[in-house]
Every structure is written in structure tokens, then in C-alpha cells.
């Protein structure tokens, strides 16, 4: 017998059956950098996007989220590439985003989550690591160590509260 269940692996020829669809509302795989100032894990790099920079090349946003996302503050992210490994998109933020070439990461912690009426899911992969200090660059107009302690949820963009709340860094307010 063979089953009529549809599984969530996802490959072109598979026995049993798997499929090449994606949940209606749309599937993310990311990667978070989470960077704490060294000697105070409360302090996080933290940083407010440059909407002039190559976000789209940077990070997967356009043009019209990068300008939103713009107002707040964002953790080092994105996307991951189309077949790249997680620890690969975690080295290529740390390059492109930060220009830090010498970070020891720890991780990835894992998350999945799905929501919405159209059941978007998203599969969250977040590195972490310790550094004393970090130069800002292009991509930013702001990029420091931020006390999050004193941080409110509406200063940080792209729900990314919940990426530091998920991994005990932060309760929210």
C-alpha cells in the first residue's frame, strides 16, 4: 500500500511521495547574526539599515521593506541563498554585512515557526558570538552594541524581538 500523504521533504523524485510545493503563504529560511559586546551579554549588535545600500544583494530586501526597515533597529540577516548552508550565510553576513573576517560563531540555534491566515513558515537559523568592538560601514547608518535591556519591541524591525526573545536574550515588554 502506498500512502496519499504529501510530506514536507521536498525533492523532485522521491519515494514515498514528497512535493515540490511551498505552503501557500510563502517559506523563508534565514540566518540571524547575534553579536554581544564582550563582557555584557545585554549589549547586542544591533544595527538601522542603510535603505541607499544593495539590501536586495545584501540581505533579500527591496527597495520598499529596506526604506520601512530603515526606522528601526535589525540584527545582521538574510536570506539564506538558494542552496547555501546556513554556516555559509552566517560567514557571508559577517563579510558583506559587517566586514569581519576573524568572528568565531557558535550554532546555529534552530526555530521554525508558521503564521498568518495563508500559514507563511519560517526556519530561523541563529549564530552567536562575542567581540569588543566593530567598525560601521556602508550598509548602516548606525551599527553598535545596543543595551537591549532598555530597548523597546517597537524600536526593532522585522520581528526580530522575537529572534532575541527566542534565544533568552531579551524579555519582551
Known amino acids: 500500500m502506498t500512502t496519499e500523504r504529501r510530506f514536507a521533504a521536498f525533492s ?8 515540490r510545493e511551498v505552503p501557500e503563504g510563502g517559506m523563508c529560511m534565514s ?3 547575534v553579536i554581544a559586546q564582550r563582557g555584557d551579554p545585554s549589549a547586542i549588535l544591533l544595527g538601522k539599515i542603510n535603505k541607499k545600500a ?4 545584501l540581505g533579500a530586501l527591496d527597495a520598499e521593506r529596506a526604506e520601512r526597515h ?4 535589525m540584527l545582521p540577516s538574510s536570506h539564506l541563498i538558494l542552496y547555501e548552508s546556513p554556516q555559509d550565510g552566517a560567514q557571508r553576513i559577517m563579510r ?11 550554532g546555529p540555534v534552530t526555530f ?5 491566515p495563508m500559514s507563511h513558515w519560517d526556519f530561523e537559523f541563529v549564530f552567536h558570538g562575542t567581540r569588543d568592538s ?3 560601514n556602508e550598509a548602516w547608518t548606525e551599527l553598535k552594541f545596543v543595551d537591549i535591556t532598555k530597548l523597546k519591541m517597537e524600536e526593532v524591525v522585522r520581528a ?3 529572534i532575541l526573545t527566542s534565544i533568552g536574550k531579551w524579555k519582551q515588554n
Open 12 to 19: 523532485r523524485n522521491a519515494s514515498p511521495p514528497r512535493t
Open 70 to 73: 530603515s526606522r528601526g533597529w
Open 54 to 57: 544593495q539590501w536586495d544583494h
Open 31 to 33: 540566518v540571524f547574526v
Open 160 to 162: 526580530q524581538a522575537d
Open 96 to 106: 558583506e554585512q559587517l566586514r569581519i573576517y576573524d568572528q568565531k560563531l557558535e
Open 134 to 136: 566593530v567598525a560601521t
Open 112 to 116: 521554525a515557526e508558521a503564521y498568518g
